[in-house]
């Protein structure tokens, strides 16, 4: 029997969920202004090397990268960002000038190992604006991912960081780098950050690591006076909206073209806190690519970690639905009819089978409906149908005529 690939699931049984999530992100980012755009799922793989970094896990280890039939070196794409810079140079958005705001969703592809909430092929939903400076734009950004979440009923806790600008992180760079130089015991991983980017020690998760990082320097004292003032702003902006925050000196996006605005929203739904939804100002991006110097904010959130919190929700989800059953064969022509007038107004599972009550009530039971109709004998003499609320229970006979007027109540 032929399988799936390690680290790639089908998704079928919660594709409803997985649908939920895009329809919500959709409608969101859409009210702020973005547009949908699609890249290719296959990529040159300088496109990621240039985009991601030579030192990051994910070009150093994770890609999915192979020379083609015609010699090129390609990769799938491991994550979004790169692939939408790339449109937006090639067809010269970068010399046109102006804002651009675009959302995008699809398969990424990362050859780790396979664990719970991470797979070879995942999905992402994230979202690009270029050509906006203003740390409004930083704010509106987090503003859509805390709609998304909040729509989606998902707790987390969002923090925010300032990684400065170029004038702030050379400096700190270098006194960075001073104080990692005379410690040891830090981990390989670590030791070898020093050299590429020193910046991605400061999210390393080893214990003795974080332990040595306590006494670190913080760019967040290091700020100059323009980027300390978008961040006093930013903050202003969240806390006049209502969105609560946590400042973490040490949150990274561990990137060269990453600047100012940092932030996640981090949740613990899941087991472990961990990042659902993370972002920032990478206002060199488009620049390393060979794009005119054009500012880049944005974000990108997981849909199966989405997923696997939704999940958990289930039992506390309302029933919805409608299941349409007869109990006699001759009248599947009736509930088949009358299935066509309530599916233009509500969700609706009919059966073709003729089943004992019992039988049917067990399969919307399943099938977390909320109300059942069922015509049988009785009914079809008197013009009516059986209903029943699944959900408080209630249970009559009604009219078909009078169906509609009930179900809207």
């Not at 547009?35 to 799922?41: G, L, S």
């Not at 990529?43 to 039939?69: H, N, P, Q």
Request: with cysteine.
């Amino acid at each position: 029997m032929i399988t799936a690939l390690r680290g790639m699931k089908d998704i079928i049984d919660d594709g409803y969920l997985y649908k939920h999530i895009i329809q919500t992100c959709e409608d969101v980012a859409s009210k702020f202004g973005y547009k949908f755009i699609e890249t290719p799922k296959l990529e040159e793989t300088a496109l990621f090397i240039r985009g991601v970094g030579e030192s990051s896990d994910i070009v150093g280890k994770e890609m999915y990268r192979f020379t083609d039939k015609s010699g090129n070196d390609v990769c799938l794409r491991p994550e979004g960002t790169a692939g939408v810079v790339r449109a937006f140079i090639e067809h010269k958005f970068d010399r046109a000038g102006g804002v651009r705001k675009y959302f995008y969703h699809g398969s990424m592809f990362r050859y780790e190992r396979p664990q719970k909430g991470r797979f070879r092929e995942f999905h992402q939903f994230g979202i690009e604006c270029f050509g906006e400076g203003s740390v409004y734009e930083d704010a509106s950004v987090i503003l859509i991912g805390n709609e998304i979440l909040n729509r989606l009923g998902i707790k987390t806790t969002l923090k925010i960081n300032s990684l400065g600008d170029s004038q702030s992180m050379p400096k700190y760079r270098e006194k960075l780098v001073d104080f990692l130089k005379k410690e040891n015991e830090l981990c390989e991983d670590c030791k070898r950050r020093i050299k590429t980017n020193p910046i991605r020690v400061l999210d390393c998760k080893n214990e003795k690591c974080q332990e040595i990082l306590k006494d670190a320097p913080l760019i967040i004292d290091n700020l100059s006076k323009e980027s300390k003032d978008d961040f006093d702003k930013l903050q202003d902006i969240l806390t006049k909206n209502g969105i609560s925050f946590e400042v973490d000196p040490k949150l990274v996006r561990g990137l060269d073209y990453y600047s100012k605005t940092a932030f996640e929203f981090i949740s613990d739904e899941i087991g472990s806190q961990s990042a659902v939804l993370g972002g920032g100002r990478y206002d060199k991006l488009v620049e390393y690519l060979n794009g005119r110097p054009t500012f880049g904010v944005g974000f990108a959130l997981g849909v199966e970690r989405l997923m696997e919190i939704l999940s958990q929700h289930e039992s506390e989800q309302k029933r919805d639905g409608i299941y349409l059953c007869a109990l006699n064969s001759e009248y599947i022509d009736k509930i088949y009819n009358l299935s066509i007038d309530l599916r233009k107004k509500f969700y609706v599972e009919i059966s073709y089978e003729a089943k004992s009550p019992a039988k049917h009530l067990k399969i919307a039971d399943n099938k977390n409906i909320k109300i059942f109709l069922c015509i049988g004998e009785e009914e079809m003499k008197n013009s009516e149908i059986w209903y029943k609320n699944l959900l408080n229970k209630d249970e009559k006979r009604i009219k078909l005529n009078e169906l509609m007027e009930v179900l809207g109540e």
